[in-house]
């Protein structure tokens, strides 16, 4: 039981804006949100720790997440539960500001299991904040999707973006798995 308290799933800005229909849809967020759906049952099954969080913008201009919008809202494919635990944010970062740091220390918890949305931003950004904030993360890449970026005139295709950012992730900051890898490694044999 005490192993189990130590690790948490983190579930990043699954909101409705990012699926068809909304207004940043991303590139495979029905595969990922499919995964995410599957993490979900295997820690709820397990009893074990998940934290849901939620991105209200609120900066001047914004055009996504906006409170009190649908888009705003966490998808019901991947709907919090009673008893889990969801938290506001207003930046990527999901330690920025928010009462993250403070659950995770209240439950114990050393080792975060990341999946959610956007890979080059929130993902990417909460799990370097929480290498330096000494946690243990374990990132599920096809639990994460992006979307296509640009730079410099040039169209960097979501797939190329999500694969530069688990790499960048894998090389310090994280483990990077798979979900058909996901079981062995939390649950590793004698």
Partial sequence: ??????RALLVIDMQNDYFPGGKME?????????????LLAMFRTK????????????????TFFLPDTEGAKIHASVAP???????TKK???????TTLL???????????????????????????AGFDLDLSCIVVADGCATKDLSYGGQ???AAQVQGAYMASLAAVFAKVTELSEI???????P
């Fill in 91 to 97: 930046f990527p970062n999901s330690f920025r500001k």
């Fill in 102 to 128: 403070e659950e995770l220390q209240n439950c114990g918890i050393k080792e975060l299991v990341v999946c959610g949305a956007m890979s080059h931003m929130c993902i990417d950004t909460t799990v370097r």
């Fill in 183 to 189: 079981e062995a490694l939390l649950n590793p044999g």
């Fill in 47 to 62: 009893k074990q720790p998940i934290f849901h969080i939620q991105h209200l913008s609120i900066s001047p201009g914004a």
């Fill in 155 to 157: 169209i960097i295709e």
């Fill in 26 to 38: 991303l590139v495979g967020i029905n595969k990922a949100s499919a995964i995410v759906a599957q």
């Fill in 81 to 87: 539960k009673g008893g889990e635990s969801v938290i």
């Fill in 1 to 6: 039981m005490e192993q189990s308290m130590k």
